[in-house]
């Protein structure tokens, strides 16, 4: 811009239009009820955007959305869940270069190695849109019991959960951790990345305007210390994944004893890159059991 | 007696189903675990001398033989009125249960005793027959000086949903138990539940019966595999309570067939003590169908008195 | 009006009721220690300094002294466990555990008539439970995951080679002292693990005779430690930093207070914890089964049963008939001596755990449920309650609410499938729930919607080893029984 400008010729040209960076609560993008945000930098220190500061209200209110979310998410058939996630990585296939270059700003990464990143997002999605109709099948089954009865145990999902993504990896990461949470049914409140939470509101953006339903996913910038105390102890958050909770993670874990909300642990540093297991699926399911009489 | 078999004459077939299909299901499992449970209960010492002596009174000791005879109707009067020889104490059995043309036999043998002359009448155990001739069976029987008419249905006409002609039969068959000179010959009704469709329909033939005017509902003629399962027999008991608090009328269970053993038959009086408790435990309102059984309690009995297990040859083979 | 059926001379004017008579299951199997130590490293220990009493909560009668595991104690338990794990058990084929396993199995059932007697001493339930229930199925438990020794890479969808977890510390309550023994053990066992178990402080005394049973089975020292004590012992036990994996099986919140102690340990978690199981009467159910359904729910082990429908919730239309032949039902059970073989109530297993009843019943009345029990003349000496059935109550009262662990029943109605669902899931709890109806849809529209671990539909109270058992919510997490109890004991 300053290349064109000279002290004659002030008139201004186009101005750029930069994107305010909001909160996705209950399928709309509200700032925080705070009125407050921070500053994002890229990894260079160059100022990149505010990002709002979600408070302890916010993440409440996300919590509530997601569990309206809960009961109708849960019900869709899994087929129905399935087109869901792989349309919202038609999605995301489409804004590959908005992903590209959030994730080049958020980790100071080359070009060729976030679209990468964005590209291995998109296929974890579609990964993840094959399991949902799965699931089932692998970890439930008919259970051989004595006596006149049909017994079979199938997952279900656990509810809400409060997922605190990874901090250095705030796509790939981040896809990684949500995507096997609303696979199976839950509903999520995603505390993004707090130095890089721009790709996590342009994955919600994406989100938006994909097939998901309002409140499934709701996601939330700022501290993470500032929100996770009030997540962790919520009566209605079902469970946590503490995968970028960081040193938070031990008094998580002890708040969310009180409402024995399940807790899935920091592991070591995982490889995002990698094909994921059941690992992240498994945490946030609940085994249910029915036993049926039988005769005539 | 509530007006119940007056409204129920009245209404055709479709309502007759619709009211019985209303009846509360039976949960084959839940009727098992139950019977199971109550299998478990221990009657020893003075409550099994009680129940032995309670389930010899109950028992109609039966014989249904193309073979029977004069002579061997006989021999199970005698053994009727004095089921062991050796212990006067014993007390003698509620009814012998024969064909109709041995009931004058039985009768003759029976004058003045109060063992009961029970006939298995309506063309046993089919009930294949014109109704005229099932009833002229019956007829005959309580000519003879029957006091007991154990009648069967027509299971063909129940299992095609004909439920009119089932109500009307029992109802034809319990006019001709009626006698001019005095009290009628007590209606049994045979539901033959080996051949029903499970216990739904053995709640909906009881209650059909006992709507028709049954005295007692009785499991099976012992000619048809499974007969008195106990399951079948909770099923009637639970009939019989759920009819009388509906009605006010008490009607009777007679589990026949497959009673063999002292500890059948005790197995039996537990599923009456607590189904439906002490007011059934009486003849008038519980038997046990049986031929071998007798003994067997005869031989229980000898053990609690005497402490030594008996044989079968210590006791008469009628 | 009945007549008369040729009624024989000499018959009662009015029909007598059959009546039992006492039928005592003999104690004499029972071979009691005066005083018992730890079992640790195969071997008994003398018995401590510091000991406690085992009473019989039938007549209070003194059983034995069981001693208090101290520090020192569980420290030595542990090292032996993990001595044990790193020296022996891990090291041991697959297929040779499972058949110690199975050989457990089998002395278990060549000793059941004297463990279920035991057990019924102890603990106060009735001879007919310990000896129909707990030990079958308790011997199955082990049958069941001894089978699964040698099939690990099975057990676990995409983890080809499980590795055990190393030393668990397992805790277990007094409602079904050696069944919950074998729910916690043999998983455990089956999948490498070498374990710290503490039975509960009112019923050691099974848990010490299996013991033996693991010295009879030659089962290697150490795999198996039993440490005895109170709730301090086990405090210690669950945070003793040499152990990797913790199971529980209580009241949610000491639930809730080892969650805590273990956060930020990284030590393995499972908890299976309290419940206010709902059951579900639709109108159309087969009457009489649902009665029995709902006896069985809740007074069944006392309602010592974190799974317990303690919860009847009825539909209105047959909620009176309901109410009525429940009642009929209840007057049949014969509460008493828990050794006597037709008794169906037993003894509240502690004078504590009869306070709490007797303070729940209580409030229940002031809040204004309207409280009805048989008439049921209770023994002189011992715990004893009831069985009780609370009419009136609502989902805002406290026997409605709070787990109540005894035989006491809140009857609550509902309109609409939806209502009842409602309802049923309106509690922080999520182990059980019931539902009676001889619709299959309807069966099946209801058990998608309850938010409970375990559903029974048209029976209730139900157990197999097969069958994984655990809850939702606030009744804890994991899962016991089946293919998935054995994930607990699994590093994947």
């Known amino acids: 811009m300053s290349d064109h400008t000279t002290a ?152 809400v959960v409060a997922v605190f993504a990874p901090q250095d990896a705030p796509l790939l990461g981040l896809v990684s951790v ?119 | 007696m509530p007006d119940t078999v007056a409204t129920w004459t009245a209404p055709g077939n479709a309502v007759l189903r619709a009211s019985l299909d209303a009846l509360p299901g039976v949960d084959e499992a839940g009727v098992h675990a139950r019977v199971a449970a109550l299998a478990t209960r221990s009657v020893k010492t003075s409550a099994k001398a009680r129940a032995i002596d309670l389930a010899v009174r109950m028992v109609d000791l039966t014989t249904l033989e193309g073979a029977d005879t004069p002579g061997k109707v006989r021999a199970l009067a005698a053994k009727a009125l004095r089921p062991d020889a050796s212990a006067p104490d014993v007390p003698p059995v509620a009814a012998v249960c024969v064909y109709p043309d041995l009931v004058p036999v039985a009768v003759r043998a029976l ?124 099923v009637m008991l639970q009939a019989v309570r759920d009819f009388r608090a509906a009605t006010g009328r008490q009607v009777g269970v007679k589990p026949a067939g497959g009673i063999r053993t002292t500890k059948d038959a005790l197995r039996n009086l537990v599923l009456v003590e607590e189904t439906v408790g002490a007011d059934w435990l009486d003849p008038r309102f519980f038997r046990l169908g049986a031929s071998s059984l007798l003994n067997d309690l005869l031989m229980q009995r000898a053990k609690l008195t005497t402490g030594t297990y008996s044989g079968p040859d210590h006791y008469s083979a009628d | 009006m009945p007549r008369p059926l040729s009624p024989a001379d000499g018959a009662p004017a009015r029909p007598a009721p059959l009546g039992y008579a006492p039928a005592p299951e003999s104690r004499a199997s029972v071979r009691l220690r005066p005083a018992y130590g730890l079992f640790v490293d195969g071997s008994f220990t003398e018995p401590g300094d510091a000991t406690f009493t085992s009473v019989n909560p039938a007549d209070e009668q003194p059983l034995a002294e069981v001693t208090t595991a101290t520090e020192a104690d569980l420290d030595r338990a542990v090292a032996a466990a993990r001595r044990a794990f790193d020296g022996v058990w891990s090291r041991t084929s697959p297929a ?58 099975f057990a676990v969808p995409g983890v080809p080679a499980p590795r055990p977890v190393g030393v668990a510390a397992q805790v277990i309550p007094w409602n079904f002292p050696l069944l919950m023994l074998a729910w916690k053990i043999a998983p455990a066992l089956a999948a490498g693990n070498t374990v710290v178990l503490k039975p509960a402080e009112t019923t050691p005394l099974t848990a010490l005779a299996f013991a033996e049973i693991c010295q009879e089975a030659q089962l290697p ?32 919140d000491v639930g809730r207070e080892i969650a805590r102690a273990v956060a930020g340990t990284g030590t393995r978690l499972t908890l299976e914890l309290g419940g206010k199981g709902a059951n579900i009467v639709y109108a159309d159910a087969a009457l009489d089964q649902a009665v029995e359904g709902i006896v069985t729910g809740i007074f069944f082990n006392q309602g010592h049963v974190c799974c317990a429908g303690s919860r009847l919730l009825v539909q209105e239309s047959v909620a009176e008939e309901v109410v009525g032949r429940l009642k009929e039902r209840v007057t049949r059970l014969r509460l008493g001596d828990p050794l006597d073989k037709n008794t169906d109530i037993g003894a509240i297993n502690s004078a504590a755990q009869l306070a709490r009843i007797q303070d729940l019943a209580r409030a229940g009345r002031e809040e204004g449920g309207e409280q009805w029990s048989p008439d049921c003349p209770l023994p002189g000496s011992g715990y004893w309650f009831a069985p009780t059935v609370f009419t009136g109550v609502t989902q805002a009262h406290r026997v409605a609410r709070e787990e109540i662990f005894g035989p006491v029943l809140s009857v609550l109605t509902f309109r609409t499938p939806e209502e009842a669902v409602a309802k049923a899931n309106n509690t922080p709890y ?50 016991e029984g089946g293919r998935h109890g054995l994930e607990a004991y699994l590093d994947v």
């Open chain 3, 430 to 479: 999520g182990l059980s729930a019931g539902i009676w109806t001889q619709k299959g849809s309807r069966s099946l529209w209801t058990a998608r919607r309850l938010r409970a671990g375990v559903i029974w539909s048209n029976t209730f109270n139900t157990f197999d080893p097969a069958s994984p058992f655990g809850g939702y919510r606030e009744s804890g997490y994991g899962r």
């Open chain 1, 8 to 159: 004659q010729d002030a008139v201004p040209g186009r101005l750029p239009v930069p994107k305010t960076y909001k909160l996705y609560v209950g399928g709309a993008f509200p700032r925080s009820e705070s009125g407050r945000s921070i500053p994002v930098t890229a990894p260079d220190g160059r100022h990149l955007a505010h990002a709002a500061l979600a408070s302890r209200k916010d993440a409440r209110d996300a919590v509530v959305a997601a569990r309206a979310a809960f009961a109708p998410w849960a019900a869709r058939t899994a087929f129905n869940r399935g087109q869901i996630l792989y349309r919202i990585a038609e999605m995301m296939e489409g804004r590959r270069d908005h992903f590209a270059g959030a994730v080049v700003d958020a980790l100071g990464v080359p070009r060729p190695r976030a679209e990468e990143a964005v590209d291995a997002a998109v296929d974890r999605w579609i990964h993840y849109a094959g399991w949902t109709d799965k699931v089932a099948q692998v970890l439930g089954g008919a259970n051989p019991v004595s006596g006149p009865f049909d017994n079979a145990s199938a997952p279900e999902p656990t509810g």
């Open chain 3, 221 to 252: 020292p150490g795999v198996v430690n039993i440490v005895t004590g109170a709730g301090g012992t086990g405090r210690a036990l669950v945070s003793h930093p040499g152990v990797d994996k913790v199971a529980f099986t209580g009241s949610t």
């Open chain 3, 96 to 153: 040779e555990r499972g058949k110690y396993l199975y050989r457990i199995s089998r002395i278990i059932q060549d000793r059941a008539r004297e463990l279920a007697v035991l057990e019924s001493l102890d603990n106060g339930k009735p001879i007919r439970e310990s000896r129909d229930v707990d030990i079958p199925l308790a011997a199955a438990h082990f049958f069941y995951y001894a089978g699964w020794a040698d099939k690990l890479p």
């Open chain 1, 178 to 296: 949500l995507a096997p949470v609303i696979a199976t049914g839950n509903t999520a409140v995603v505390v993004a990345s707090e130095s890089a939470p721009l790709p996590a509101v342009v994955l919600a953006e994406a989100l938006a305007t994909s097939d998901l339903p309002s409140g499934v996913v709701n996601i939330l910038t700022g501290r993470t210390a500032d929100v996770a105390p009030a997540l962790a102890a919520h009566e209605d958050v079902d469970a946590l994944d503490l995968t970028g909770a960081g040193a938070l993670a031990a008094d998580l874990e002890r708040a969310a004893a009180t409402t024995l909300t399940r807790v899935l642990r920091p592991g070591p540093r995982p490889d995002w890159w990698a094909l994921p297991g059941l690992g992240r699926i498994t945490p946030f399911l609940e085994t249910k059991t029915v036993w049926q009489s039988v005769g005539r």
């Open chain 2, 111 to 234: 004058r003045g005793s109060t063992v009961g002359v029970a006939s298995v009448a309506t063309s046993f155990p089919a009930g294949r027959a014109p109704l005229e001739a099932r009833l002229a069976d019956t007829r005959a029987a309580v000519a003879s000086g029957a006091t007991e008419i154990d009648m069967v249905i027509d299971r063909g006409a129940f299992l095609t949903g004909d439920y009119r002609k089932v109500y009307d039969e029992i109802v034809a068959v319990r006019e001709v138990c009626a006698r001019s000179d005095g009290e009628p010959a007590h209606l049994k009704v045979i539901l033959e539940t080996g051949e029903l469709a499970g216990h739904d329909d053995v709640r909906r033939a009881s209650w059909l019966a006992m709507h028709a005017g049954a005295d007692f509902i009785k499991t099976s003629t012992g000619k048809v595999s499974p007969a008195a399962t106990p399951d079948v027999t909770l």
